[in-house]
């Protein structure tokens, strides 16, 4: 069956510390996917990628830096987290079968910055 | 620029009550259109989607019909059960990005 996984799945960061959120998809998708959601606001991409060793920047990526050393890993990296960086975040795939592109989810990754 | 609209924030029902999820859109191209739901706990999964203008998608007992017309996308149920009670994204898709909206949270009361 196919599986986005995440890790950690519960993290507490001090302010101006680095934090990396982990990403694993079985799915063998191309697109990968990094959402944060806050009340209010929704779901807002950060950043996303189409293939190994590549990324592009979502409507929200001051803050943020991605990594995707492989078809399966997509890394989200906060080099000096800050208090505003507290959310959840969502890690997707997506399967790009006759032109419209489900996502396929993780189960997110609770970020406190302190 | 490409944007989805949800106005409603929160919406609270009894069981048994007819559901109606306002979506709007920004009219740039001829996007897909989505609706997710993601219960307490998990990621957002895809509840339904429409590829074409004027079609209608149904899953679940949900429905929602692409209007182009009015740039409209509205989720309906005709009864809502406890088990609905989560959270409901509107999204459009413009080539590789998913724009989702604010999201409604439906709470049924038994």
């Known amino acids: 069956e196919a599986a986005v996984t995440q890790s950690p799945r519960s993290k507490v960061a001090v302010t101006g510390g680095k934090v990396t959120l982990s990403c694993h998809q079985t799915?063998?998708?191309?697109?990968m996917y990094w959402y944060r959601q806050d009340t209010g606001h929704g779901l807002r991409l950060i950043h996303y990628s189409y293939v190994a060793d590549s990324t592009e920047k979502g409507d929200i990526p001051d803050g943020y830096k991605a990594s995707r050393p492989s078809q399966e890993n997509f890394s989200l990296i906060l080099e000096l987290a800050s208090l505003s960086q507290t959310a959840v975040y969502f890690c997707?795939?997506?399967?790009?079968?006759?032109?419209?592109?489900?996502?396929?989810f993780g189960e997110g990754s609770k970020l406190t910055v302190l | 620029g490409d944007s989805v609209i949800q106005m409603q924030g929160q919406v609270t029902l009894s069981e048994n009550d007819f559901l109606f999820i306002n979506c709007t859109y920004s009219t740039t191209g001829y996007p897909t259109l989505f609706w997710y739901v993601q219960y307490s706990g998990e990621g957002p999964q895809l509840l339904l989607q429409?590829?074409?203008?004027?079609n209608k998608g149904s899953s679940r007992g949900f429905e929602a019909t692409y209007d182009k017309g009015t740039t409209s996308f509205h989720l309906q149920k005709t009864s809502v059960q406890e088990i609905d009670s989560a959270v409901y994204y509107c999204?459009?898709?413009?080539?590789?990005?998913?724009?989702f909206g604010t999201g409604t949270s439906l709470l049924v009361d038994p």
């Open positions: 999204a459009r898709n413009m080539g590789y990005k998913l724009t």
């Open positions: 799915n063998n998708h191309d697109y």
């Open positions: 997707a795939s997506r399967d790009w079968g006759e032109n419209t592109g489900q996502l396929y």
């Open positions: 429409v590829t074409t203008a004027n």
